[in-house]
T-cell receptor, first 114, second 114 residues
Framework: KAGVTQTPRYLIKTRGQQVTLSCSPISGHRSVSWYQQTPGQGLQFLFEYFSETQRNKGNFPGRFSGRQFSNSRSEMNVSTLELGDSALYLC?????????????FGQGTRLTVV | AQSVSQHNHHVILSEAASLELGCNYS??????LFWYVQYPGQHLQLLLKYFSGDPLVKGIKGFEAEFIKSKFSFNLRKPSVQWSDTAEYFC????????????FGSGTRLSIRP
């Protein structure tokens, strides 16, 4: 079956702009999580959506937001971009219905803010 | 707050050498434990997971890990590494109360000399 698909793969934006990243989960998965990966901070949890509701949130400013659609696809938005937002943004999907759940990751979107 | 510590930032080994990567977590309750691998240019993949039961867990590609509850540890092992094991390895934990939020360690870069 198809894996987790993230688009676009690469993105270059200017400070102050906003950006929207997209994630299509594995068919049948209802949970989508987002992570930011940087050399300095490693992998950090942004938020998780399950059945269109935000179920969990990390410690990121309000400029980072997301949503999930009825088909489980998710988007992540970052407004007023800062240089420090340059990172690899990873999306993970899982069935999400029990605590013993395994997450599958996409290839990521590499965002560069200039 | 939960955290995961990986003691080795960069490990260099020759082919056929044995591998052990350390991982400790801080959380007093029930946890699920994971090791993920990120090969150069590829997405995060699950190597192995521990939910409950036998504390010695076997994963893909000959990797195994042992959960020692009293030491809050989940070390990764492989008896004989290959050049193709060159990658970054991440230890991770989720809790029952926050199963969708994966807390990652800082990662260990493994370089194998052919």
């Amino acid at each position: 079956k198809a894996g987790v698909t993230q688009t676009p793969r690469y993105l270059i934006k200017t400070r102050g702009q906003q950006v929207t990243l997209s994630c299509s989960p594995i068919s049948g998965h209802r949970s989508v999580s987002w992570y930011q990966q940087t050399p300095g901070q490693g992998l950090q949890f942004l938020f998780e959506y399950f059945s269109e509701t935000q179920r969990n949130k990390g410690n990121f400013p309000g400029r980072f937001s997301g949503r999930q659609f009825s088909n489980s696809r998710s988007e992540m938005n970052v407004s007023t971009l800062e240089l420090g937002d340059s990172a690899l943004y990873l999306c993970a999907s899982s069935l999400g219905e029990t605590a013993n759940t395994e997450a599958f990751f996409g290839q990521g979107t590499r965002l560069t803010v200039v | 707050a939960q955290s995961v510590s990986q003691h080795n930032h960069h490990v260099i080994l020759s082919e056929a050498a044995s591998l052990e990567l350390g991982c400790n977590y801080s959380y007093g309750g029930t946890v699920n434990l994971f090791w993920y691998v990120q090969y150069p240019g590829q997405h995060l993949q699950l190597l192995l997971k521990y939910f409950s039961g036998d504390p010695l867990v076997k994963g893909i590609k000959g990797f195994e890990a042992e959960f020692i509850k009293s030491k809050f540890s989940f070390n990764l092992r492989k008896p004989s590494v290959q050049w193709s094991d060159t990658a970054e390895y991440f230890c991770a934990v989720t809790t029952y109360s926050s199963a969708s939020k994966i807390i990652f360690g800082s990662g260990t870069r493994l370089s194998i000399r052919p």
